[in-house]
């Protein structure tokens, strides 16, 4: 099911399972995928910096996080898309046909982060905290924005704790279904 005019952004903190479900979607309904944390960590990759020394770097110029913003923006106007990024959801609040905010305990967040990418729990841990430290404090200074005013601007705010990824694909695929549905009408 293709629909030009789809877009879907899901937003959450680092290790709810974002680009995963975002991927998913994305096939599911035949729309295209972009994952702002993608387009961070090759840029990350392309500069030769850790994830947390190019969060450091974002914090001394808007630069960064400007350009990945409005790439979201831009992507989400050209339609047919799902995509995945902390702050997508309200960025793309006026564009955006299915605004999802995806949620877990931190413990939860820091184990999933810690398996997918083999390090140990403890580096997870801090290089996942000092990332969001960042993170939190550049929202707030460049645009004014809280993770709450993100997850006050979806239509559906899920916990993915207690279950697995087929799982939270069932919800999230029939919700977007029936948001869809509802578009048609």
Not at 128 to 140: G, P
Request: net charge neutral; glycine share 6%; with cysteine.
């Amino acid at each position: 099911m293709t629909d030009r005019n789809v877009v879907v952004a899901i937003s959450g903190l680092h290790g709810v399972g974002k680009t995963s479900q975002a991927k998913r979607l994305a096939n599911s309904f035949g729309l295209r995928h972009v994952s702002g944390g993608i387009i961070f960590r090759d840029l990350a990759k392309i500069k030769g910096a850790s994830l947390v020394s190019l969060s450091n770097a974002a914090e001394e110029s808007n630069e960064i996080d400007y350009l990945i913003d409005s790439r979201m923006v831009e992507e989400g106007r050209k339609g047919n898309v799902v995509i995945d990024a902390m702050l997508c959801a309200w960025f793309l609040r006026d564009i955006a046909h299915v605004k999802i905010f995806l949620s877990a305990p931190e413990r939860v967040r820091i184990a999933r982060i810690a398996s997918r990418d083999g390090v140990s729990y403890q580096e997870a841990y801090n290089e996942t905290l000092a990332r969001e430290a960042s993170e939190m404090n550049r929202f707030k200074r460049y645009y004014d924005l809280t993770i709450e005013d993100v997850k006050n601007s979806c239509d559906l705010i899920l916990s993915t704790e207690g279950l697995d990824e087929d799982e939270v694909f069932s919800i999230l695929k029939y919700y977007v279904q029936l948001r869809i549905s509802k578009l048609r009408q």
